[in-house]
């Protein structure tokens, strides 16, 4: 079946402009979680969703950071006001249940210049 | 704070056994997976250890010892497709996002 999906793979935007990242997790999938990658790093956790629970944002760097999850579904993560800090490739995992193994995406590569 | 440590590279030739190691310092320990991730591509499930003792999947084992907080993945008969990073992630409580050490880079040469 089809796997984690992200969009786009790519997005190159200027400093202070606000971007918006696309994740379509496995179907029935109820967690789904977002992570960021730095060039050369491991993967740091930003945002847990758990179907109609309260999301976790505990790793959300800053309050220009912001996700949403429509209908225990599709999730989008938007950065405003982006840095040149916020260049990464960010990351969209799902799992069955909050219990079960995660299953990545292939990631949006951001750059802001 | 809560940390992972992986040695950064390991180098090895085809048909050899390769052990990359992990300790872990966090605040509650739920379980151990480990992922691998090829150059631009998304990380791959690979192992998990909830319990002290050794896992296998085919060419990959991983093991755990949770009174020493460590493990280690075993990838034995290299192939040249294994280089890649390999990551461990700890799960301090059930379903909560994974903590990842910085990652292993494989490689592996003919």
């Known amino acids: 079946g089809a796997g984690v999906s992200q969009s786009p793979s790519n997005k190159v935007t200027e400093k202070g402009k606000d971007v918006e990242l696309r994740c379509d997790p496995i179907?029935?999938?109820?967690?789904l979680y977002w992570y960021r990658q730095s060039l050369g790093q491991g993967l740091e956790f930003l945002i847990y969703?758990?179907?109609?629970?309260?999301?976790?944002k505990s790793g959300l760097p800053s309050d220009r950071f912001s996700a949403e999850r429509t209908g225990g579904s599709v999730s989008t993560l938007t950065i405003q006001r982006t840095q040149q800090e916020d260049s990464a490739v960010y990351l969209c995992a799902s799992s069955a249940t909050s219990a079960d193994t995660q299953y990545f995406g292939p990631g949006t590569r951001l750059t802001v210049l | 704070g809560q940390s992972l440590e992986q040695p950064s590279e390991v180098t090895a030739v085809e048909g050899a056994i390769v052990q990359i190691n992990c300790t872990y310092q966090t605040s509650g320990f739920y379980g151990l997976s480990w992922y691998q991730q090829h150059d631009g591509g998304a990380p791959t499930f690979l192992s998990y250890?909830?319990?002290?003792g050794l896992e296998e999947t085919g060419r990959f084992s991983s093991f755990l010892s949770r009174s020493d907080s460590y493990g280690y993945l075993l990838l034995q008969e290299l192939q040249m497709k294994d280089s890649a990073s390999y990551f461990c992630a700890v799960s301090t409580v059930a379903g909560t996002a994974l903590i990842f050490g910085k990652g292993t880079t494989l490689s592996v040469s003919s």
């Open positions: 179907s029935g999938h109820t967690a």
């Open positions: 250890n909830a319990l002290d």
């Open positions: 969703f758990q179907g109609n629970s309260a999301p976790d």
